[in-house]
């Protein structure tokens, strides 16, 4: 079976919180990727020399992301669970020069960013932007390492949410959080029943190469778009069940799921690449990708999006074939389930996959031998 490598985020100032899936540990990055020239910073060639204005966070799509997602801290998180505290922090002040590796929010992160350019381009003095805020548990004590990092990476990140091991999430309301992603399972749970889209990210153990002009985004129909109304009847009742529950309710909208509105949000900054002429070209572009079948389950989730005033440039009704192949084709820099076994799947063909832990599914997993239905 295909594993995955990112373990959940262990609180610096608190206790660990265990988290059972299929991941296992990794290597740190410990061998120069292609962004790594020199084993420390050129301390006199760091930072951006020009950085644009940050938009008010109630005019944004922000977008929080924690620093175990954005970059690769495992060989920090061993010595931290060895050793403790104390030696963690001396450890992270002794190293404050290195650069950390990208972690698997770090392609989509970019995208954001490549999206922004062209948004200033047109509209100079918009601040409809997407705004990153960097959000971890980590002591301020390790912030000049992070700031090191970000600019060793040319990421245009000013905010930070250093919290000593405090939960996060009353900070991502006060930001107006759109998304948050994290590593640790138990926060974004948190976050999502506070009413924040979240998901929860892995490392794969490989990775295709994605979009450098183009933000793709995919998203899985029931329990992440919409609610997990009928995956409860599919796993309650069956294929059939399900998809005469589809039939009679063919007219009636789906109720809204916890990734709506980061869909609503991706379309609202569409629409302005659209008015200066850039459909065609538009610098993002958004996929739903469900289980569901077209003649007999799709067109209740059709006509829920356009009742919404919603689309996706692209939607793939697979009746329960794998997602994997087809992620592999369309090579999002983010795509969001509520199951695991998706994830999996998808990450097994390279796609940086996220993990919506809402929903029926969450109690009831989805089984290997089982036919899928949403």
């Known amino acids: 079976m295909f594993r995955m490598s990112l373990e959940p985020v262990q609180v610096m100032l608190g206790k660990s919180i265990p988290m059972e899936t299929n991941v296992i540990a990794s290597a740190n990055g410990d061998s120069k990727g292609p962004w790594e020239g020199k084993d420390e910073f050129d301390q006199e060639n760091l930072g951006l020399t020009t950085k644009p204005q940050l938009p008010k966070p109630e005019n944004a799509v922000t977008v929080a992301v924690s620093s175990r997602v954005l970059f690769r801290t495992e060989t920090e998180q061993m010595v931290y669970v060895q050793k403790g505290v104390e030696e963690y922090l001396r450890y992270q002040v002794e190293h404050e020069n290195e650069p950390f590796a990208p972690g698997p929010a770090f392609s989509f992160v970019k995208a954001l960013e490549e999206v922004n350019a062209r948004l200033r381009e047109l509209y100079p003095e918009s601040e409809e932007l997407f705004d990153i805020v960097l959000v971890t548990y980590n002591h301020a004590a390790v912030g000049v390492r992070l700031i090191n990092t970000i600019n060793h990476h040319n990421l245009f990140i000013e905010r930070f949410c250093m919290t000593g091991g405090s939960s996060p999430i009353g900070y991502l309301k006060a930001w107006h959080t759109n998304l948050y992603l994290s590593a640790d399972a138990e926060k974004v749970r948190e976050a999502l029943a506070e009413g924040i889209a979240a998901a929860t990210m892995f490392m794969s153990e490989k990775l295709t190469e994605v979009s450098q002009t183009q933000l793709r985004v995919a998203f899985d129909g029931d329990a992440v778009l919409f609610s997990d109304e009928s995956e409860r009847i599919f796993k309650t009742q069956g294929l059939d069940g399900f998809f005469q529950h589809e039939r009679d309710n063919e007219d009636v909208l789906l109720d809204r799921g916890p990734l709506k509105d980061f869909l609503a949000s991706l379309g609202k900054l569409q629409k302005k690449f659209y008015a200066k002429g850039h459909r065609l070209d538009c610098p993002i572009r958004t996929y739903l990708v469900t289980a569901r079948s077209a003649a007999s389950s ?62 029926i599914a969450q109690k009831y997993p989805h089984k290997k031998s089982s036919k899928a239905g949403k």
Not at 333 to 353: C, K, L, N, R, S
């Open 298 to 359: 799709g067109i209740r989730a059709l006509k829920t999006l356009r009742a919404w005033g919603l689309e996706t440039d692209e939607a793939l009704f697979l009746a329960g074939a794998p997602k994997g192949p087809m992620l592999d084709k369309i090579r999002p820099h983010i795509y969001f389930d509520d199951q695991m076994f998706h994830v999996e799947g998808a990450a097994e063909m390279g796609t940086v996959a996220a993990h919506v832990p809402y929903g």
